[in-house]
C-alpha cells in the first residue's frame, strides 16, 4: 500500500463513528430535533414566578406598592437578588458547584414559598402589609437569586445547541404557564404559585441526575479574568430595556409573557430544532437589531414610543439578546471548565443593576420633562446609544465561541492544563481564520484536537449521523491533510490523548 493509500485509509477511518456509539445515539438530533427533556424545561417555571408574584400585571398585591427608604417592593426584590449574586461570586471558590449540595436547593425553595405566602396574605390580611412587604421582597430576592444559579450552572453543563433549544423552549413554557394562571381563583393562584419554585427545583435536581458524570460542573477551581465583552454587551443592552420597562407593561402582560418574548423564543426553537448543527447563531442578533430599530425609530415617528408595537419589538429584541448572552456565557463554562456560579453570578448581578439604572434614568427623564415631551425623546435617544454600543461590542467578536476578552490567570487548581486547552483553542481560532473555516467547521476542528472521536463529536453537537463526519472531511480538504497527526502536527498539539 502506497503512502497516499495508507494517508486516505487513515483519513476516511477518522471519518467514521466510534464503535462504542450507539445505533440510538447517532441517530439522536433528527429523531428527537423538537424533543427537549421534561426536566430542562424548569427554567421557564422559575421565570413563570418572577412575573406572577413580582414583575406582572394580573395580580395587584397590595404588598407590593410602596416601598422603603426610598425603593419600591420591585427595587427591593432586585437589590436582594444583585447582593445575593455578589455575595455568591465573591464566595464561589467555596461554595460552587451547587449540584451537589441539596440543602441549598431546599432553601432556595423555601425562601421562594415564604416570600410567596407573604405576598398573597397581603391579599387577604391587608393589616400586615406593611409588615409583609419588605421579607417578602428580599426572601424572594435572596430565593430566586439561588434559583437562577442553580439553572445557569446546569445550563453550563450543555452543548451550544441544547442550550438554545431548551432555553427557548423554556421561555415559551413560562410564558404559557402564565397564560394558564391568569384563569384560576386567587386560592387556587396562591396554591399552583407556591408550588412553582419546588417544581422548577425538583427539575434542576432532576436535570443534573440525567447527565453523565463527566458532563457535571468540575469541582476544581479555574483561575479565569472576567469576560468583560459580554458582560459589557449584556449590561448595556438591559440599560436600554429599563429605559423603557416602565411603559412596557401597562398592559396585559408582563416581561415573560410579552408577545415580542414569545414570538422571538418560538423562532429560535423552531431554527434550532429544524436546522440542528447548520443553525447560525448571528441570526438570533440579526433579528434583534431590526426590531430595536423599529421599535426606537419607526414606531415613535408614529407616536407611539411606548405603545404595544414599540413594546413588543424592544421584548423581542431583549428576549434574543438574553438568550445569546445564556450561550456566550454557558459556553465559556462548558469549554473551559469555569464555575457557572462565579461568572453568572458577575453577569446576573451586572444586569440587575444596569436594569434598575435605566429604570431610575427613565423616571428622572420624565420628572425633569426633559426636552419637553415627558422625557419621552430623552430616554429614546438614550436607549438608542445604549443599544449601539451593545451592538459595537457584539460584532467585535467573531463568533459566541470567543472568550469575549477573558483569559486563564495563575493559580488555579489545574491552571497548567487549563491554559493548555486555552492556546489550543487559540490555536484552532486562528487555523480557522487562516484557512477560512465556518464556525462549524471551527468547533468540530477543536473537538477532534481534544482527541474526541467522530462519533463523540455528534453526540456532543447532537448533529445528524454523518454530518460530523462530513465535516471533518472538509476540514481534512481545507487544511490540506489526511491524518489526524498531521492536524495535530499543524495545531502544534500533543498527539496522546
Request: aromatic share 12%; proline share 4%; hydrophobic share 55%.
Amino acid at each position: 500500500m502506497t503512502e497516499t493509500d495508507r494517508a486516505g485509509t487513515d483519513s476516511a477511518r477518522a471519518a467514521e463513528p466510534d464503535a462504542e456509539a450507539t445505533h440510538e445515539e447517532r441517530f439522536r438530533w433528527p429523531r428527537g430535533s423538537f424533543f427537549v427533556p421534561l426536566a430542562f424545561l424548569g427554567l421557564g417555571v422559575y421565570r413563570a414566578w418572577i412575573e406572577i408574584v413580582f414583575v406582572g400585571s394580573f395580580t395587584s398585591f397590595p404588598a407590593a406598592f410602596g416601598g422603603v427608604a426610598g425603593l419600591s417592593v420591585r427595587d427591593l426584590f432586585d437589590w436582594s437578588m444583585v447582593a445575593t449574586a455578589i455575595f455568591c461570586t465573591l464566595l464561589a471558590r467555596k461554595i460552587s458547584p451547587f449540584f451537589n449540595k441539596p440543602f441549598l436547593f431546599a432553601f432556595g425553595g423555601l425562601l421562594l414559598v415564604t416570600s410567596t405566602v407573604l405576598m398573597f396574605a397581603s391579599c387577604w390580611v391587608p393589616d400586615i402589609t406593611s409588615l409583609a412587604k419588605v421579607p417578602a421582597a428580599v426572601l424572594g430576592g435572596v430565593g430566586i437569586a439561588l434559583v437562577i444559579l442553580v439553572w445557569s450552572e446546569l445550563y453550563s453543563c450543555l452543548n451550544p445547541l441544547r442550550v438554545a433549544l431548551y432555553y427557548s423552549a423554556s421561555i415559551v413554557v413560562g410564558a404559557l404557564i402564565i397564560y394558564v394562571y391568569r384563569g384560576f381563583y386567587l386560592p387556587w393562584l396562591f396554591a399552583l404559585t407556591a408550588l412553582l419554585p419546588v417544581i422548577s427545583l425538583i427539575a434542576a435536581w432532576r436535570g443534573f441526575e440525567s447527565l453523565p458524570a463527566p458532563e457535571l460542573p468540575s469541582v476544581a477551581w479555574m483561575r479565569f479574568s472576567i469576560p468583560w465583552k459580554a458582560v459589557l454587551f449584556m449590561a448595556a443592552y438591559a440599560f436600554g430595556y429599563g429605559l423603557m420597562e416602565g411603559g412596557m407593561y401597562e398592559g396585559a402582560f408582563g416581561p415573560h409573557s410579552a408577545p415580542g418574548t414569545v414570538a422571538v423564543a418560538a423562532l429560535v426553537f423552531i431554527g434550532v430544532a429544524l436546522r440542528g448543527g447548520r443553525f447560525d447563531f448571528s441570526i438570533i442578533y440579526r433579528v434583534a437589531l431590526p426590531l430595536v430599530v423599529v421599535a426606537f425609530t419607526l414606531v415613535p415617528l408614529f407616536g407611539n414610543v411606548q405603545g404595544a408595537a414599540a413594546s413588543f419589538c424592544m421584548a423581542g429584541a431583549y428576549t434574543a439578546q438574553s438568550i445569546i448572552i445564556m450561550l456566550i456565557m454557558a459556553n465559556i463554562c462548558y469549554r473551559f471548565g469555569v464555575s457557572a456560579i462565579w461568572l453568572f453570578g458577575i453577569e446576573r448581578s451586572v444586569r440587575q443593576i444596569a436594569m434598575w439604572l435605566g429604570r431610575t434614568t427613565a423616571d428622572v427623564a420624565e420628572s425633569a420633562n426633559l426636552l419637553g415631551d415627558g422625557g419621552g425623546a430623552a430616554v429614546s435617544l438614550l436607549a438608542v446609544l445604549a443599544v449601539v454600543v451593545a451592538t459595537t461590542i457584539l460584532l467585535s467578536e467573531r463568533d459566541l465561541s470567543s472568550r469575549w476578552g477573558a483569559n486563564f490567570l495563575s493559580g488555579g487548581m489545574d491552571s497548567a492544563a487549563a491554559i493548555r486547552k486555552q492556546e489550543l483553542a487559540d490555536r484552532c481560532a486562528e487555523i480557522s481564520r487562516q484557512y477560512k473555516l465556518s464556525a462549524r467547521e471551527e468547533e468540530v476542528l477543536l473537538l477532534l484536537a481534544q482527541h474526541k472521536t467522530v462519533g463523540i463529536i455528534e453526540r456532543e453537537l447532537l448533529i445528524a449521523n454523518g454530518t460530523a463526519k462530513a465535516h471533518v472531511r472538509h476540514i481534512y480538504q481545507k487544511l490540506n491533510i489526511h491524518t489526524r497527526n498531521e492536524l495535530f502536527d499543524l495545531l502544534g498539539a500533543d498527539p496522546r490523548p
